[in-house]
Each structure stands twice: as C-alpha cells, then as structure tokens.
C-alpha cells in the first residue's frame, strides 16, 4: 500500500501564492502517477494537476499557467506551487498517487486532504 500526507494548506489572499506538499511512504518504487485533485463545497472532485514518473505533466485549463506540480527527487514527494490564486479556489486540495499493486493492478491511494482558503 501506499500512504500520503499532505501539508502546506492555509489561508491566503486572492492574488497570493501557495505551495502543497505531499510526501509517500510504503510501496513508493510502484508509484507511477502522483497528482492534485481539490474539492470545493458542495461539488465534485477535480483534478488540478498530474505528474507521471517520467515528468510529464497535465493541468487543468482553469490553472494553466498558475499552478506548477513538479516532483522531488526521491520521487516520493510532489509539490504543488499555486500562484495567482482566486477565491473560487478555496477547496480541499488532495494528493493521489496512482501505484501498481501487482495482483491488483493500479490502485489509487489518497491523502487525508489539506484547506486552501482564499479570501477576497
């Protein structure tokens, strides 16, 4: 199994920056895709961001341009560096990993979540 926790959430002004980490533990080496998703209230979750383990990378339309997910190098932990944010944003922000299971094939694995307010 794989187990992520996250950290960094808080809150900030419209036009502030914010960066989210989430670090893995357990089966990190089957790790393929680690990624963002957030949840907002009373609205489905979204994917914000992806990473492969290669570095490729896709965003949402809505953050092209603010948002920037990049990997650490032990490949365990992803970052998301958040600029620019707007109120519209305020949502719980989740990690996911996506990870080869062997006889289970790819399972997803989930943080616990962390709070990004942004405030007008």
């Known amino acids: 199994q794989v187990q992520l926790v996250e950290s960094g959430g808080g809150l900030v002004q419209a036009g502030g920056s914010l960066r989210l980490s989430c670090a893995a533990s357990g089966m990190i080496f089957s790790i393929t895709t680690m990624g963002w998703y957030r949840q907002a209230p009373g609205k489905q979750r979204e994917v914000v961001a992806r990473?492969?383990?290669?570095?490729?990378?896709n965003y949402a339309d809505s953050v092209k341009g603010r948002f920037t997910i990049s990997r650490g190098n032990a490949k365990n932990t992803v970052y998301l560096q958040m600029n620019n944010l707007k109120v519209e944003e305020t949502a719980v922000y989740y990690c996911?990993?996506?990870?080869?299971?062997?006889?289970?094939?790819?399972?997803?694995?989930w943080g616990q979540g962390t709070l990004v307010t942004v405030s007008s």
């Open positions: 996911n990993a996506q990870y080869n299971s062997g006889g289970l094939g790819i399972l997803d694995a």
């Open positions: 990473i492969t383990s290669s570095g490729i990378t």
